[in-house]
């Protein structure tokens, strides 16, 4: 895409690929027979996320990790940093998971009012329960930092590094 149009049309085209994949996903369900048109079933059922609104705060949101990941991978010429910060990422979510609850699970499980639902909830639910609006906020924050400091960060860079190469030298 980059050679065809340029590296900022390239970086978004792609952080919306990037964001879209995230959301396919279908499972077949028990008790229903294989048939040989079941195929086209369960590609047609891999795209019904795509309808529900409670995806626009986490398609945002990897939509801005995408870009970021993208901006890093021009600037510094190398995939390196981009995958440390997305296993970096990836390993947060996981934990953080695994050690919160949201309002609405906890409401549901100690079967509570509605009145113990945060309101700030949307801020975080949807996706995964981490990556929604306030991820995105987030994210555009690093964006921007990014373009703000990333002449200061790259000159930083020794020239002798092998990894990075001359067209990365911002």
């Given at each position: 895409i980059e050679r065809d149009t340029n590296a900022t049309l390239a970086i978004w085209a792609t952080a919306f690929f990037y964001a879209s994949v995230h959301f396919i996903h279908a499972d077949w369900p028990e008790g229903i027979p294989i048939r040989w048109y079941s195929g086209f079933q369960l590609f047609g059922?891999?795209?019904?996320?795509f309808g529900d609104p409670s995806i626009i705060?986490?398609?945002?949101?990897?939509?801005?990790v995408g870009?970021?990941?993208?901006y890093l991978r021009r600037d510094l010429g190398h995939i390196g940093v981009g995958l440390?910060?997305?296993?970096?990422?990836?390993?947060?979510?996981?934990?953080?998971r695994k050690?919160?609850?949201?309002?609405?699970?906890?409401?549901?499980?100690?079967?509570?009012?509605?009145?113990h639902?945060?309101?700030?909830?949307?801020?975080?639910?949807?996706?995964?329960?981490?990556?929604?609006y306030l991820a995105a906020m987030y994210l555009l924050l690093m964006l921007v930092a990014w373009h703000l400091w990333r002449d200061q960060l790259v000159?930083?860079?020794?020239?002798?590094?092998?990894?990075?190469t001359q067209e990365a030298q911002v």
């Open positions: 059922a891999a795209f019904e996320k705060g986490p398609f945002l949101a990897l939509i801005l870009a970021l990941l993208g440390g910060l997305h296993a970096g990422w990836v390993m947060v979510i996981q934990l953080g050690m919160s609850v949201l309002s609405s699970d906890y409401a549901a499980i100690r079967d509570l009012p509605a009145s639902i945060s309101k700030w909830e949307w801020l975080v639910s949807g996706y995964d329960d981490i990556t929604s000159k930083q860079l020794p020239q002798s590094n092998p990894i990075c």
